[in-house]
């Protein structure tokens, strides 16, 4: 971690501590406004680390959300915690706009002591905690003993993240009403349903919470974004690295900035976003970079990844069978679309592959369907 980001994490989690005393009062005074009642409860288990922001936690936030204004169908109260041994001493993410107050586990099982039910909504990299030899999940466990109904739903937001299944079989054997949500329509199929063994529904990936501004090619800058991410751990990996696809980049394209997104708020991002005619994301592919830069009217440059992308985006020429072709190809693409024709055509063909898989009204209508019982495969 560098010298900056190293200060920055010790300054948010001094403030943080400073701040503890009127954040615990906070946190008392919410629960009895919003849970003194309760005895049905939907509970989400959420990274720690208040001062961060990655698309799994923009969506967990946005689906909690929705979570939240379908109590007339599920009849529960809704709420959200650090998994236990978690000493975060703030209570709400703070790099972007959201409602999610966040209980420390401790919390739970002080507020949270005597429900009928509870539903509990365990994220992908956090399931393999999930057993009973983590003497830190001692008090899940303690808690979920004197709880008389227990539904688990297993939150796939990354099927490169699940654990070995005999991790999820621990879960399901622990907990036999289990199901799994998925964030991918490309993974959410009968197969994946076989293979997990439990019932599958899709939720799909939504980002953001707040509307995104969406501008024309003429309103755009000669502005490059392109995320943070490492290219070696993705399965179209390469032996080259992303500082030289930049530097041919940038080689041959002077006229244009390029700006890594890391270590800003959310806003600023999305004003980045916005403002950029292109992104490139060396990640999986098919994430909120791409997508996101799509909705603010831009162009987005990827490695296909067959893993994530369904067929809607096969052969689209900003999509790349490999980093290599990449680094080949995509100066002479930004050259191509860099005019208001060639940029609009295209650009209104990425947004409606883009339109017809992710809306917040697709998403909303999906969690409703959870809710209902109306799984894709049961």
Known sequence: MSIKK?????????????????????????????????????LFFVPAGTDRINGGILSI???????????????????????????????????????????????IEHYFGDLDFAEIHIPDVMISAFNKGNKRMAPFFRWTEKIK?????????????????????????????????????????????????????????????????RRAFSEKENLVIYSPDKIQWVPNSSTLTKEAILANLKAKLPHYTFVEITNMKYDTYKDYASRAKFVITFGEGLDGYLIETIFSGGISFAVYNEIFFTEDFKNLPTLYSSFDEMNEKIADAIKQYDNPETFKEYQDKLDIIVNKLYSFNMLENNVKQYYLHNFDFK
Request: with cysteine; aromatic share 14%; hydrophobic share 35%.
């Open 149 to 213: 109904s227990i539904k688990i739903n297993l939150l796939n937001q990354n099927d490169l993240f699940m654990p070995p299944i005999e991790k999820i079989d621990n879960v399901k054997k622990m907990f036999p009403n289990t199901t799994m949500t998925m964030a991918h329509k490309r993974y959410a199929t009968l197969e994946k349903r076989n293979y997990y063994g439990v019932p599958l529904h899709l939720f799909s990936a939504w980002l953001s919470p707040t509307p995104y501004n």
């Open 61 to 107: 936030c946005t689906i909690y959300n929705i979570v939240k204004k379908l109590k007339d169908i599920h009849g529960c109260d809704v709420v959200a915690s650090f998994l236990p041994g978690k000493s975060e001493t703030d209570y709400q993410y703070r790099k972007f706009s959201n409602e999610m107050i966040i209980y420390t586990f401790k919390e």
């Open 6 to 42: 190293d200060f920055l994490k010790f300054k948010h989690q001094l403030k943080s501590f400073v701040s503890q005393g009127h954040h615990k009062s906070f946190k008392k005074k919410y629960f009895k406004q919003h849970y003194s009642d309760t005895k049905k409860l939907i």
